[in-house]
């Protein structure tokens, strides 16, 4: 699944400027220009990495940075903060207040989009990994395909970035709210039952009836890839 990064800046060329490098890179893109938006877009979604401005209105960089290290959902969040403070000692407090890194303004674009890939590299290995595999079951990113006990399966590009993206969270229940956030993207508008047909249509092409089904349905919640899927053989 393509890595998600959220930008909280309210300088809004820096913003964009930063958005168009990393969707050029392929990554899923939002951008926030509050603290306190961001806050609240944050107790919805957590993305996969944080570009944070220190100096934000409604809610500073550095205290929300505080506030997602005390929350349990955000305290694993990689946050890279954004700064014009060069200053050894604000580099140590924001470090210290639990940022992965610090990136001074102004900034070479190309350092900040490795510094972006390590920290993925390190947190979510699954995101950078070219080929994804449980069980029996193979899927190349890379090349967009996806084998079963060696034979290659014809799925459509939704059921692809469902399967992708439900296979780099086994066992974690998502709801269709969030599938359709992740899988469609937040600019899509499309209905909750849109969901269902698709994980119909996955589940049609990954076989069901002719062998174990890796998608578990848990009612009134969502779905999730079987954690258990992986010990087939």
């Not at 578990?216 to 258990?228: H, I, K, P, Q």
Request: net charge positive; proline share 5%; hydrophobic share 40%.
């Amino acid at each position: 699944m393509t890595p998600r990064v959220m930008i909280v800046e309210d300088e809004e060329p820096l913003a964009m400027m930063l958005r168009y490098n990393l969707e050029a890179k392929g990554y899923h893109v939002d951008t926030v220009e509050r603290g306190d938006d961001a806050e609240v877009r944050l107790r919805e979604t957590v993305p996969d990495l944080l570009l944070l401005g220190w100096m934000l209105p409604g809610v500073s960089g550095i205290e929300l940075c505080r506030r997602l290290r005390a929350r349990e959902t955000t305290r694993g969040l990689p946050i890279i903060m954004l700064t014009a403070r060069g200053e050894e000692s604000e580099r140590v407090r924001g470090l210290a207040t639990g940022a992965d890194d610090y990136v001074v303004k102004p900034f070479s674009v190309p350092e900040l989009m490795a510094r972006v890939r390590a920290i993925l590299r390190r947190s979510r290995p699954e995101l950078i990994a070219s080929v994804l595999r449980a069980g029996e079951l193979e899927v190349d990113r890379a090349t967009h395909r996806v084998r079963r006990r060696g034979r290659e399966l014809h799925l459509g590009p939704t059921e692809f970035r469902l399967l992708e993206f439900l296979m780099q969270s086994p066992g974690r229940v998502f709801s269709r709210a969030q599938l359709l956030d992740s899988v469609w993207g937040h600019d899509v508008y499309v209905d909750e039952r849109t969901v269902d047909v698709h994980v119909g249509r996955l589940r049609k092409a990954l076989g069901r009836g002719r062998g174990r089904d890796p998608i578990r349905t848990v009612r009134g919640a969502g779905y999730s890839f079987d954690e258990g899927f992986a010990e087939v053989h």
